[in-house]
């Protein structure tokens, strides 16, 4: 199945790529799950962002402050649900959205058609626990709406 994730997440990216959908900031939303948060910090950011202290231990930090560098809709996927309503709202156009590829491609299914670049994390302590993100891979994908 893992294959399959992936495969539908790279099969999206190029679909998306392809068809070179631009849209201004205010209308571009980066979305990223719980398990980016560094396992020790007790700063309360599914409540809120701005409890982040930004220490840098994790790429929270990162992540905001691509959100106010580009002037674009940050948002923490604190479930399915909530985070495909965020998605499928009208403000929002296109989605830069983090996860891992099952949950990107459940997310993707569920959210068609909004067009949404999809950046697999990186998970060295396994899934869900202390996820990672090249910033780079973010950084190209808001760019690619944006410019
Ligand atoms: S950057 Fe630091 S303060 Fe912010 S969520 Fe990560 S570990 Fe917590």
Redesign the pocket.
């Known amino acids: 199945m893992e294959f399959i994730d992936k495969k539908f997440v790279s099969i999206n990216n190029l679909m998306v790529k392809l068809r070179k959908k631009k849209c201004s900031s205010k209308n571009l939303l980066i979305l990223f799950p719980h398990c980016i948060?560094?396992s020790a910090?007790k700063?309360n950011?599914k409540n809120d962002l701005n409890e982040?202290?930004?220490?840098?231990?994790?790429k929270?930090?990162d992540l905001i402050e691509f959100s106010e560098e580009y002037g674009v809709h940050i948002s923490l996927a604190t479930g399915g649900r909530i985070a495909l309503q965020k998605v499928k709202s009208a403000e929002i156009h296109g989605v830069v959205a983090i996860a891992c590829e099952k949950e990107l491609r459940t997310g993707l299914m569920a959210a068609a058609p909004k067009t949404i670049f999809a950046v697999p994390n990186l998970r060295p302590h396994g899934y869900c626990k202390d996820t990672d993100v090249y910033m780079d891979e973010v950084k190209e994908a808001i760019e690619k709406f944006l410019k």
């Open positions: 948060q560094h910090c700063q950011v982040c202290k930004r220490c840098g231990k994790c929270i930090k």
